[in-house]
């Protein structure tokens, strides 16, 4: 069965750092484009950021440039989210996602939205 989970989800206050890992049980991550995407109460899942497995180009949502990191660890064969400085407006289910086509890890990352493989979230709360 081929299933994603992620992991390291928390709460922390405002200015705090958190690192997320989305790990792939079945099949190797390193193959696939994956993507984080998160839901915040009350609002639409968006894409975060997204690697993609051909070339390691990575895109982010503006409002998380300079400040979340996606990378992977192949030794441990996961992938990462390094989320720094957060802001409560961060807060929500973080999912990751994966693809075997790049096509889905754009700079739009409404594409990322139509990824194949999905994990069942992981909460992350920002907050004093």
């Known amino acids: 069965q081929l299933q994603l989970v992620e992991s390291g989800g928390a709460t922390v206050q405002p200015g705090g750092s958190l690192e997320l890992s989305c790990a792939a049980s079945g099949f190797i991550l390193d193959n696939y484009a994956v993507a984080w995407h998160r839901r915040a109460p009350g609002k639409d899942r968006e894409g975060v950021t997204c690697?993609?497995?051909?070339?390691?180009?990575?895109y982010y949502l503006d409002s998380v440039k300079g400040r979340f990191t996606i990378s992977r660890d192949n030794a441990k064969k996961t992938v990462t989210l390094r989320m720094n400085n957060l802001r409560p407006e961060d807060t929500a289910v973080y999912y990751c996602?994966?693809?075997?086509?790049?096509?889905?890890?754009?700079?739009?990352?409404?594409?990322?939205?139509?990824?194949?493989?999905w994990g069942n979230g992981t909460l992350v709360t920002v907050s004093s």
């Open positions: 690697i993609q497995h051909s070339t390691n180009n990575a």
């Open positions: 996602a994966a693809d075997h086509l790049d096509f889905f890890c754009a700079d739009n990352l409404e594409k990322t939205l139509g990824m194949y493989y």
